[in-house]
């Protein structure tokens, strides 16, 4: 599973909304990336910071319950299940969001993670 680029994370970040002002326009404070694969994400609007977590392969190893999850999770736009965890975020306290990329379709989308409710 390859590491997301800063473009792609950028991206896709645009797809959810800010804890603070509820905007959805982000960027990557490259100061802050970590070689652990923490980043920093900062809303564009109302400079609120949120930490990213790209290093996927280490948090799945460290979360075996995950992958068993991922493949459970259907697609919302084909109903297929399994799906991979391209990176999270922790939006707030109460918040954190996975990125996940269908592993039928390769169609890409944001859930609020209710995975860390089990662990
Ligand atoms: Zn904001
Ligand atoms: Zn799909």
Known sequence: MPNPTVKEV???LA???????????????????QADGE???????C?????????????LRTQPDIPYRLKEMSCPTCNQRGVSL?????????????????????????????LEAFE
């Open 86 to 114: 391209n990176f999270r975020i922790t939006m707030s306290v109460r918040e954190s969001i996975y990125f996940l990329t269908c592993t039928a379709c390769q169609k890409t989308y944001p859930e609020r993670s209710s």
């Open 15 to 33: 797809t959810v909304q800010c804890a603070i002002c509820k905007g959805s326009s982000f960027g990557i404070d490259e100061r802050f990336m």
């Open 47 to 59: 400079y609120y910071t949120f930490p990213i977590y790209t290093d996927m392969e280490f948090y």
């Open 39 to 45: 980043w920093r994400g900062i809303c564009r609007k």
């Open 10 to 12: 950028e991206t896709r």
